[in-house]
């Protein structure tokens, strides 16, 4: 399979009352498709949310972000455009990275949690320097971390977001 250039297409999700931001690394193959976050139907981060907030697992874009927002979740990813083979994140180059600035601005200086060890460490490079907030590395949600049950996902998640969950 060839790298292909990728460019985000869909906004981030926030509000004034976001507490705080989860950052991925840039939207799947079917993520793209679906134009929408996590949209791998065995990705975890939709169910994981879910239980996290208490609620049922949203199913449509708009159920999706309501139960974001009602929660004071922002969300959003560290890549804007790249190049990349499929889906796989370790092959992420040429990386051009988001502009955190409009959610910061209107939310503040609120704790960042990265979605997965690549994520991080490319927030870490190219973002860190630019709002001075460290991400919390939290495991991956996607099927590719298939080591991490989903009950393990919520206890590793629970721990680094409780404070911040509404």
Known sequence: MEPITVQHTFPPIFDKNS???????????????NDFYYGHPQNRF??????????????TKEEKTEMLLRHGIALYDVVERCTIVGSS???????????????LEKTGNIPIFANGA?????????????????????????????????SRLEEAWREAMEPYLG
């Open 19 to 33: 507490r705080l931001l989860i950052l991925g690394t840039v939207p799947s193959v079917k993520s793209r498709k």
């Open 46 to 59: 939709w169910k994981l949310i879910a239980i996290l907030c208490g609620e049922k697992t949203p199913v």
């Open 89 to 103: 994140d370790s092959s992420i180059k040429d990386v051009v990275p988001v502009d955190l600035t409009p959610i």
């Open 118 to 150: 690549t994520a991080e460490k490319l927030y870490r490079k190219y973002l860190f320097p630019k709002t001075g907030i460290s991400a919390v590395k939290l495991p991956s949600t996607s099927p590719a971390n298939a080591a991490w049950s989903l």
